[in-house]
């Protein structure tokens, strides 16, 4: 979503790229006519008055300033990594993280102009990434599990709170950044209040819990 226009939405497709929502829905324009790649693996946006636009895609990954109207491309080695998940840091638009399906993790510090490899990886693709900002990062790893990076993402460490969640999803409280929500394949969404030290099942009057997601 665009954070300073409120009836904004962005949306990235697996093989038509990204798309723009304005009024509320209403209308959809394509905003990727000039990206390589039109499969889109993630999206994330800054916040504030002049948003930055990421996109994970089959390519690495494609940086927006201006909306969406037009893109700049970035890779980290001269045959592009396949971007499989990116993040932003609410506290800071110069922060984002990105993952790729050989498992590494990368940032940048000054909003997209460069990134540097912060953590090798376990050789298992990064399925998601959310930033807590003030406190750590979580990655959740093919095949489920998640982890947790209390140094800008240097080092990642398994939850063990969260073991055998299987998780495919991970969302922080953007009120309350040390509270962070999992959603899992087959047992429902999760809630830690302590960082991620601690989870508890908040399924409430949830029937259908398999393969959940959250927004």
Do not use: C
Not at 8 to 30: D, F
Not at 182 to 210: C, M, P, Q, Y
């Amino acid at each position: 979503s665009q954070p300073s226009m409120t009836d904004v939405r962005y949306v990235g497709a697996e093989r038509t790229g990204v798309w723009k929502a304005s009024g509320y829905g209403s209308e959809w324009e394509k905003k990727s006519s000039d990206m390589v790649p039109t499969w889109i693996n993630d999206i994330a946006q800054t916040t504030g008055d002049n948003p930055i636009l990421y996109t994970a895609t089959t390519s690495g990954v494609y940086i927006s300033n201006n909306n969406g109207s037009s893109w700049n491309t970035y890779s980290d080695t001269a045959t592009p990594r396949q971007a499989t998940s990116i993040a932003t840091n609410s506290a800071s638009n110069l922060v984002a993280y990105y993952g790729t399906d050989a498992g590494e993790i990368y940032a940048t510090f000054d909003g997209g102009e460069s990134f540097s490899l912060q953590w090798a990886g376990n050789g298992k693709p990064i399925k998601d990434i959310a930033v807590a900002p003030w406190f750590n990062i979580y990655a959740i790893t093919e095949g489920g599990q998640l982890l947790s990076s209390s140094d800008s993402g240097s080092n990642f460490f398994p939850l063990e709170g969260a073991t055998g969640l299987n998780a495919t999803q991970v969302v922080i409280d953007p009120t309350k950044p040390w509270v962070a929500y999992v959603s899992t394949a087959d047992n429902g969404i999760f809630k830690t209040s302590t960082r991620g030290i601690e989870w508890e099942e908040v399924n409430l009057s949830l029937i259908h819990i398999w393969r959940t997601r959250l927004m």
